[in-house]
């Protein structure tokens, strides 16, 4: 079955950047675009962006363009999100989320990875 | 952007009574719309998509309807595990965009 395994919680400082990761397992990893999504404590969700980790090819939400960068290792079956620039505002889970099978809705997620930001 | 309305923010009910959540989109998104259900500490799961379809092992109590701004996610004879945070979410147009939560707690 598809799961999708991320790394664990990160605390780090302002002005840093964090790296999280995202191993997919159970379908072919080229073959669907990987999602990111943020969720602040109390707040709802944001769609940050998708990687097509078959050619590399991304799409942003204009409001993380400059903070977040996705990638993907095809080799590992892996995909990134790099965060730089880290102030209080990127303190936050992070979700991957895979579309279903014929259909553009978020059919499996990873368990979340907590990025805290503070000195 | 799209903006998503979701109305209650929060929503206390007893159980097997039938509960009403409400989505409504700044424009027409053509029934592209889906309804998650996260529960305390873990990830959304998906229940709803395309406005009205079930899917796969999401239980006949829930139901969406609706159409062009406006949609809505029934829950029929409530149970405890229903207890939840429930989100829409629009797929119609980028970016992506999801409503600000509807809380259900067990009165």
């Known amino acids: 079955q598809v799961q999708l395994q991320q790394s664990g919680a990160e605390l780090v400082k302002p002005g840093s950047s964090v790296k999280i990761s995202c191993k997919a397992s159970?379908?072919?990893?080229?073959?669907?675009?990987m999602h990111w999504i943020k969720q602040q404590p109390g707040n709802g969700l944001e769609w940050i962006g998708w990687?097509?980790?078959?050619?590399?090819?991304?799409k942003y939400n204009q409001k993380f363009n400059g903070k977040a960068t996705l990638t993907a290792d095809k080799s590992s079956s892996t995909a990134y999100m790099q965060l730089s620039s880290l102030t209080s505002e990127d303190s936050a889970v992070y979700f991957c989320?895979?579309?279903?099978?014929?259909?553009?809705?978020?059919?499996?997620w990873g368990q979340g990875t907590l990025v805290t930001v503070s000195s | 952007d799209i903006q998503m309305t979701q109305s209650p923010a929060s929503l206390s009910a007893s159980l097997g009574e039938t509960v009403t959540i409400e989505c409504l989109t700044s424009?027409?998104?053509?029934?592209?719309l889906a309804w998650y259900q996260q529960k305390p500490g873990k990830s959304p799961q998906l229940l709803i998509y395309?406005?009205?379809i079930l899917n796969d092992g999401v239980p006949s109590r829930f139901s969406g309807s609706g159409s062009g701004t406006q949609y809505s996610l029934k829950i029929n004879s409530l149970q405890s595990e229903d207890v939840s945070i429930y989100f829409c979410?629009?797929?119609?147009?980028?970016?992506?965009?999801f409503g600000s939560g509807t809380k259900l707690e067990i009165k």
């Open positions: 989320a895979r579309y279903r099978r014929g259909g553009n809705w978020f059919a499996y």
């Open positions: 159970g379908h072919t990893f080229t073959s669907y675009d």
């Open positions: 990687i097509y980790p078959g050619n590399g090819n991304t």
């Open positions: 424009e027409d998104i053509y029934s592209n």
């Open positions: 395309y406005a009205n």
């Open positions: 979410q629009q797929n119609y147009d980028s970016p992506l965009t």
